[in-house]
């Protein structure tokens, strides 16, 4: 039953994830082709600043929510309530805190603009982060999916509509706070039918969940400025040509990210009841995901390491875009230790261990800030990517210090095997396909389906053959009955 629910909570969170990744991926590459790499620039400058307020407002209480109820269900009604509300008075304050530091930096009008007019997705974006705490302690992240997955299919062609009137980002950015408003209205719907708040705002409560917050909330700021900040200081020692060009390779591993983040959200409340289990299930699971995600991450490094150029050609049709190839196959070796931090940093939470979490984050974005500085008014994007690259191994070391002294050892070759034999038949197949000379799509299908082979045969191998395999989805198939 355990694993059933994990495989359907993180296909639950996976399929929200990639919608919202490919219609991101969709609107960047039409800001790009339609409006130019400056426009481009304008846009996700404005969405980092809204990312990087709404998180720090939010994405702790949401964490705190989750561990706090999964071990204490009954608690859901307060929660409610009283979380909603402290979570309006901290959207609303971030939001504020978000125009004054824009209005404080020296960017031109129509920038600013942008990002005010983004930052109003803070409030309901924010709110819906509670219901879909409880939706994820519940268990139910399904209910996550149907509340969100509708509302982005539905926003993209709204947005692709707008830019062939030719209207600017402003607009985007309107109706991107329309949309996540929407989406909190029918969670909240959702979660009212199998909830029954208390309308009773408890101050006592309130101050309690705040305080108890504050280590979550200090750590995602922290981590959350991390990664956003080679956009802000190439946003402020550059410009937003400069900022365009480099989301573009953040926006090609985006579908990565979404994905890594989606399984260890699903695997978190798992982490923490298998936490009085011991630390031998506690170990499986978190190598189990692991392994997931690097059978994700390392095949994705072959691809773009062999087609980062073509991929950008196909995508964007802008000769500006194509001075970011060298940059973009370099970058993409941070995903070899991303599936590892971000996996730990749920580990750590699931065990109370969030200050290590905190001290990480802090000691990364002083690296981060110290070599960002001289590496980006030096190298420009090049700069930046070799900044993120120390960022990511700083994270890494000191997580994997925090686990190993203070929960246990992973097995490294039963981590990686699997893996890496995914990689090395990825990579013997673009060798071949380099003879031929076929067409990037063609290419781009036949790797599609060799991976979906080699993936398929591993994960049938680990589990003891098809017969294992076929024994075990009958045995779920006759639980559910």
Not at 29 to 37: E, F, K, N, P, Q
Not at 413 to 436: D, N, T
Request: hydrophobic share 55%; proline share 3%.
């Amino acid at each position: 039953m355990g694993q059933r629910k994990l495989l359907t909570n993180s296909l639950s969170l996976l399929i929200n994830r990639l919608v919202q990744s490919i219609t991101s991926f969709v609107l960047v590459a039409s800001i790009a082709r339609t409006l130019g790499a400056y426009e481009l620039g304008r846009y996700l400058l404005a969405f980092s600043y809204y990312y990087i307020f709404m998180v720090i407002a939010s994405q702790g209480l949401r964490t705190l929510f989750t561990r706090e109820l999964s071990r204490n269900p009954q608690e859901m009604p307060v929660y409610l309530v009283s979380g909603t509300f402290l979570q309006i008075l901290l959207s609303v304050i971030a939001y504020v805190a978000q125009v004054v530091v824009v209005f404080l930096l020296p960017y031109n009008s129509d920038t600013s603009m942008t990002c005010y007019i983004m930052g109003l997705t803070i409030i309901p974006f924010s709110l819906s982060n509670i219901t879909e705490a409880i939706f994820q302690a519940q268990e139910r992240m399904n209910l996550i999916s149907i509340s969100t997955v509708p509302v982005y299919v539905l926003r993209l062609p709204v947005m692709l509509w707008f830019l062939h009137l030719n209207y600017g980002v402003n607009y985007l950015a309107g109706i991107l706070a329309i949309s996540e408003t929407l989406v909190f209205v029918i969670e909240w719907v959702l979660l009212t039918r199998v909830i029954k708040p208390k309308w009773q705002i408890k101050q006592d409560f309130v101050l309690h969940l705040f305080k108890s917050a504050r280590t979550f909330m200090l750590t995602d700021a922290v981590g959350i400025v991390s990664s956003r900040m080679a956009i802000l200081i190439i946003s402020l020692l550059g410009s937003e040509l400069m900022v365009g060009l480099y989301g573009v390779i953040g926006q090609l591993m985006l579908p990565f990210t979404l994905v890594c983040d989606s399984i260890c959200m699903a695997a978190f409340p798992v982490m923490t009841k298998a936490v009085p289990l011991g630390l031998e299930k506690l170990r499986q699971i978190t190598e189990n995901v692991i392994e997931m995600l690097l059978c994700v991450s390392l095949p994705l490094i072959v691809v773009i390491i062999f087609l980062g150029n073509d991929l950008i050609t196909f995508i964007y049709k802008d000769p500006n875009f194509n001075q970011v190839n060298l940059v973009l196959k370099i970058s993409s070796l941070s995903l070899i230790t991303y599936p590892f931090v971000r996996t730990f940093v749920y580990l750590l939470l699931a065990n109370g261990f969030e200050k290590f979490n905190l001290r990480q984050v802090i000691v990364t974005n002083i690296v981060g800030i110290l070599s960002g500085v001289v590496l980006i008014s030096q190298y420009k994007l090049m700069g930046a990517v070799f900044m993120q690259l120390a960022m990511g191994f700083t994270g890494f070391t000191l997580l994997i210090y925090a686990v190993y002294s203070k929960l246990f050892s992973l097995r490294v070759w039963r981590i990686i095997r699997r893996p890496l034999l995914i990689s090395a038949g990825m990579v013997l197949v673009l060798l071949i396909l380099q003879e031929f000379r076929l067409d990037f799509i063609f290419v781009l299908l036949i790797l599609t389906c060799v991976y979906s082979l080699l993936a398929g045969f591993l994960v049938i191998n680990k589990f003891g053959g098809v017969r294992a395999v076929w024994v075990k989805l009958f045995s779920m198939s006759s639980e559910k009955i």
